[in-house]
């Protein structure tokens, strides 16, 4: 539980009426959104294409009119600075050049999309990819889940072991295994697991970030076919993790005999390749998916040339066939030439720093609005992302990030920020950017998240 003493200095009861204020002036200002919104609930599941786009604050999510590097539009004419991107989906910014020219030349042009045989530009990815991450032979899905699906089954497959393990309150897409925490009274099924098809504890073991003993203690059971981690957690704001703790979990694999999965998905915000490269280090498989198409359907996996050369020569795994559909679409042409231009024009190694030195803009004015107002919050930085939590220090474990969030506070702050042109995920704080993201726009939002600081302070 929070430590309510820790509480900021304003009233609950000022919040309450700041958070209706701002509801109403969000539906002031988006009536043809609302209107699309009811519009739509007659077909659409929850009256959305996909039910995570309903947990925008204010009742309804804003309807997409178009988009632009860093700037997004809505239906009602309302301009925004995005630092949301999909939620890293388009951390190369909204429709950069070079992809559009890529998509346009190879469906327009050449034509083609789907068809079951591989393009030049396939072997160029991989190329980049390991130059990038390290891992030597690469394979392509249209997500990052389904990335890590088909890692967790080679794994199973090349270790002939049962289970995974990963941690508490960590975000792997819609994969079954992971949705899990651990408790003080054990391990159990993470809340809003819906139709599970076992107890996840039948197929996973989950320790805490950052806690090498008891990671040790349950790889002694030697039934752990990888380790699936993030190397920071994100989805659940930033956990860091503590010096040593990552050479920690290589050691204790390789004692142990279980291999070590990296999902780089969002934390290819630390750089051109990830924690992988930024922190030099050696897993036996990386996934990846999301940003590195410029906003088209794509992930992918990498094994190491051993792994490779094993999972190939097993006559009983059959991934040519059976073993190996992992979707019609995936690796299709389309989504192989968006990957291409992608990593050669957009989110080059340059496209990084500069990224980087943007979020570091954002975090320093952020910071100095807590220190500033007295707020006992904090604000952590992954290379090119940044994410406040309601805790005076930054979480060590996804069980303090969790414990730290603040419904109330976190719908405020994202309803003053649309309100006045600002975007953040909706799932969190995270504020993410792109090559065409800038110092006015970090400064930009400082000024209204100072702003929203002091009329809750009164």
């Known amino acids: 539980m929070r430590d309510r003493q820790l509480d900021p200095p304003f009233s609950r009861i000022r919040l309450g009426e700041l958070i209706g204020r701002e ?30 786009m309903r947990m925008w604050a204010g009742g309804f999510p804003l309807y997409l009119a178009g988009a632009s590097g860093a700037r997004l539009t809505d239906i009602d004419g309302n301009e925004f600075i995005d630092f949301c991107l999909g939620d890293t989906g388009a951390m190369a910014g909204h429709s950069p050049a070079a992809v559009r020219e890529a998509i346009a030349h190879r469906y327009g042009e050449l034509g083609g999309s789907t068809t079951m045989l591989p393009t030049q530009d396939a072997a160029w990815v991989g190329a980049e990819l390991t130059r990038r991450f390290g891992p030597s032979h690469w394979s392509f899905t249209l997500s990052a889940t389904d990335a890590n699906r088909w890692a967790i089954r080679l ?31 054990g391990p159990i099924a993470r809340e809003g697991n819906v139709g599970a098809p076992v107890d996840p504890s039948d197929t996973t073991r989950v320790v805490e970030f950052n806690d090498p003993e008891t990671l040790a203690r349950e790889l002694a059971h030697r039934d752990i076919a990888a380790v699936l981690m993030e190397p920071a957690l994100t989805n659940i704001g930033i956990v860091l993790p503590e010096p040593g703790y990552l050479q920690a979990v290589r050691e204790l694999t390789r004692a142990h005999g279980s291999l070590l999965i990296n999902d780089e998905t969002h934390t290819f915000s630390a750089g051109p390749g990830g924690c992988t490269r930024a922190w030099q280090l050696d897993p036996d498989i990386v996934t990846i998916g999301k940003a590195i198409a410029g906003g088209m359907p794509a992930g992918a996996f990498g094994l190491s040339a051993e792994l490779a050369d094993k999972i190939l020569a097993d006559k009983t795994a059959d991934i040519i066939d059976t073993g190996g559909v992992g979707g019609t679409l995936a690796g299709n042409a ?13 989110l080059t190694d340059g496209a990084f720093e500069g990224m980087i030195s943007v979020a570091t803009r954002y975090t320093a004015g952020v910071r100095d609005v807590f220190a500033t107002r007295g707020l006992p919050w904090t604000i952590t930085q992954l290379g090119a992302r940044a994410e406040y939590r309601f805790c005076p220090r930054p979480p060590r474990t996804g069980g303090e990030s969790a414990a730290a969030a603040d419904v109330d506070i976190d719908e405020y702050l994202h309803l003053y920020l649309v309100n006045r042109g600002v975007l953040l995920t909706p799932f969190h704080n995270m504020a993410l950017m792109s090559p065409a993201s800038t110092y006015p726009d970090a400064d930009a939002h400082t000024e209204i998240f100072a702003a929203a600081a002091d009329e809750l302070l009164g």
């Open 334 to 346: 389309l989504s192989v030439a968006a990957m291409r231009a992608t990593l050669e024009h957009v």
């Open 155 to 185: 794994a199973r497959q090349l270790t002939g072991r049962p289970k995974i393990l990963v941690y508490s309150y960590c975000y792997h897409g819609s994969v079954d295994e992971t949705f899990i925490i651990a408790t003080p009274d």
């Open 23 to 52: 509801r109403a002036d969000y539906r002031q200002r988006h009536p043809r959104s609302a209107e699309a919104f009811a519009a739509a609930e007659g077909h659409l599941l929850g009256g959305v294409p996909m039910t995570w």
